[in-house]
């Protein structure tokens, strides 16, 4: 039987979502203002089990999420860990930016010191490229909506076109 550790950053200010799991599962939800990537770390670093779930705490996950991932962590073809399709927002940008990650905590706690420094608020373990290189798994994915950076992109680039038709719209003298 595996269990698991469920990491989840929260600020208290969007709902919260907690996957369905097992009574044995360990739920980490690690509140209050501070970074993602340290909030992250600090649940990792708290985690009893030896494999981790890291999660949104606005995303919406399956029923079946955490026993799908327990299958592939069973299957033994991912001995460090994998990352898990994410449907929503800008999905052709998914996997290079965004995903559910799944990882052994010895592996994480191993790579974490060589790749992950925390220089802003944006920083993130999941950007570590040690982690970014683990396998995507498509038949396991969860649902977020647009992330505070693609709404951003998104609002910047509506501007930028309303703007450019604007200026061509104006008639010259």
């Not at 029923?63 to 994998?82: A, C, W």
């Not at 798994?137 to 509506?158: L, N, P």
Request: glycine content about 8%; aromatic content about 10%.
């Amino acid at each position: 039987m595996v269990s698991v550790s469920i990491v989840i950053p929260w600020d208290e200010r969007s709902p919260l979502f907690i996957p369905i799991h097992d009574p044995e599962d360990e739920v980490i939800v690690v509140t209050g203002e501070k970074p993602i990537g340290i909030a992250r770390l600090e649940g990792a670093l708290r985690a009893k089990h030896e494999w981790i779930v890291f999660t949104d705490a606005d995303a919406w996950y399956p029923p079946d999420y955490i026993s799908k991932v327990k299958e592939k962590i069973r299957s033994g073809l991912y001995p460090n860990g994998f990352i898990v399709a994410r449907k929503g927002g800008f999905e052709a940008l998914n996997r290079l930016l965004e995903g559910g990650l799944v990882v052994r905590k010895s592996y994480l706690l191993s790579v974490i010191n060589a790749c992950y420094k925390p220089t802003s608020a944006r920083s993130d373990i999941l950007s570590c490229m040690h982690l970014r290189r683990l396998p995507v798994v498509e038949d396991v994915w969860y649902y977020h909506g647009f992330t505070t950076r693609e709404r951003k992109a998104i609002v910047t680039a509506g501007a930028t076109t309303i703007g450019a038709l604007l200026i061509g719209l104006q008639v010259k003298p």
